[in-house]
């Protein structure tokens, strides 16, 4: 399909916007009109799943049947089987003549089914047989009638999680699913956000008799930052909130633009305490600093954890347990920071133990021991190396001391240092001690 029949057909229904992602949904949309295959539209609410329904009409052998547009979240369970496929007279109370149901009414025509989602599991088995078959029987009646409709359902939800938990038909889900359509939400439309404001703000200008809305470039941004969770629906109330309200001044900049958006729906992103708009701090630093000076604070806290790790490694045997209980208390924001939580026992373990810095502390008393996936410690670094030459060489003492007390019996020189036999092992041949 060529970008001026796409161009074509948005003009025809409405359609404003540019967005590839847009401009594919049509396409499909397009093609697959001619033929009478069911289709399943999936979007946010009000992203204009309808409109795509209307096109898919239009552009079929059907558009001179009738269409109907039902919302099944919006008819009560106990009342959607006569609504759809109609009931007998007498079939429940109230029901004093016979009526027709929609699929009966549409024959020949589309029938659209928003939020099909929301439909009950026994209509659904009544609308996989009118699918499969063409078939219906109204409520209150044994006589099996015939329809020939075209079926185009939308949704906003996950149909596929929906089955998961049982509460839509497997079946029906790959019945509905036989072309698939995504309208994009509002906010991945990039500049269409603006032309659609554009085209809101004139229509209520006209309506209201008033100047219509200007944005000025700081407005426009601040617009097309906005997530819109409700979708063209949301923008469209949005403009017509500021054609109404904003009587003095028709030209709105960004800063008067954020009374009207609500800022609780502004970004996913995190936002700087006491920061405002533009992100600036009450220091004057912008986000971008005190993200710097976040990470360079974090990288020092690192330092200092192995710092401490390495001295409990160490120098586990001039500690006894409460000592060492207390040191990993004073430091618990370090061990915080680097995903480790302490276990009732007072024994801390890394939340992740597969990485290179992996590693376990028992601050049982008198039981110390670091080690990581393969009991190791040797792959602490620090900041200089000055201060990495330093603690190897009181390592090297601690381990030379230890095997000269015990007559260099290495079990118990490592219970002594409160590291594993294997651990010390490794540490004698890194410091060719053997």
């Known amino acids: 399909m060529t970008p001026s029949e796409i161009q074509s057909i948005k003009q025809r229904f409405g359609i404003i916007g540019n967005a590839p992602a847009l401009n594919y949904a049509i396409q499909v949309a397009a093609q697959v009109a001619p033929t009478d295959m069911t289709v399943l539209i999936t979007g946010e609410s009000g992203s204009g799943k309808e409109s795509f329904s209307k096109i898919i009409h239009a552009l079929s052998p059907r558009k001179h049947g009738q269409f109907i547009a039902v919302n099944c979240g919006a008819i009560p369970e ?6 759809l496929f109609g009931h007998e ?28 989602g929301e439909m009950p599991l026994g209509t659904q088995a009544r609308l996989l047989r009118v699918l499969e078959n063409g078939e219906f029987i109204r409520v209150g009646s044994s006589k099996v009638q015939k329809t020939d409709v075209r079926v185009v359902t939308a949704t906003n939800v996950n149909l596929l999680d929906a089955v ?3 509460r839509f038909r497997e079946d029906l889900y ?16 990039g500049e269409d956000i603006y032309l659609l404001f554009r085209k809101f703000a004139t229509d209520f200008a006209e ?32 403009a017509e909130q500021i054609s109404v309200l904003q009587t003095e001044q028709r030209e709105v900049d960004g800063r008067r633009l954020r009374h009207y958006l609500p800022q609780d729906q502004s970004s996913n992103l995190p936002m700087l305490i006491g920061a405002t708009a533009d992100g600036i701090a009450p220091s004057g630093l912008s986000e971008r600093d005190l993200l710097y000076k976040v990470l360079f604070d ?10 401490l790790v390495l001295e409990l490694a160490a120098g586990g045997a001039r500690h ?26 007072g ?30 410690v040797e792959d602490i670094s620090h900041e200089t190396e000055e201060e990495s030459l330093s603690l190897e060489a009181k390592e090297k003492e601690m381990i030379v001391k230890a095997l000269k007390k015990h007559h260099n019996k290495r079990k118990y020189a490592a219970q002594d240092l409160g590291i594993s036999e294997r651990t010390l092992y490794r540490k004698l041949k890194q410091y060719d001690l053997e």
Request: no cysteine; aromatic share 8%.
């Open 298 to 307: 974090m990288r020092r806290d690192m330092t200092d954890l192995k710092k």
């Open 78 to 83: 106990g009342t959607i089987d006569s609504e």
């Open 174 to 189: 790959y019945r509905l699913n036989t072309v698939p359509i995504t309208v994009p939400p509002l906010r991945e439309r």
């Open 164 to 166: 998961r938990e049982s």
């Open 89 to 116: 007279k007498g079939s429940f109370t109230g029901a004093s003549e016979a009526r027709k149901g929609y699929f009966e009414v549409t024959n020949g025509g589309t029938i659209f089914l928003d939020e099909i």
């Open 207 to 238: 309506r209201y008799r008033v100047k219509p809305i200007s944005l000025t470039p700081d407005a426009v941004q601040e617009l097309q930052r906005f997530r819109f969770p409700g979708n063209i629906r949301q923008l469209k109330n949005i």
């Open 347 to 376: 024994r801390l373990t890394r939340s992740a133990p597969d990485g290179p810095d992996s590693f376990i502390i028992n601050a049982q008393p008198d039981e110390y021991e670091v080690e990581d996936d393969a009991q190791r």
């Open 320 to 345: 006894d347990g409460n000592q060492a209980q207390e040191l990993v208390r004073q430091n618990s924001h370090l061990f915080a920071a680097a995903g480790i939580a302490p276990y009732e026992t």
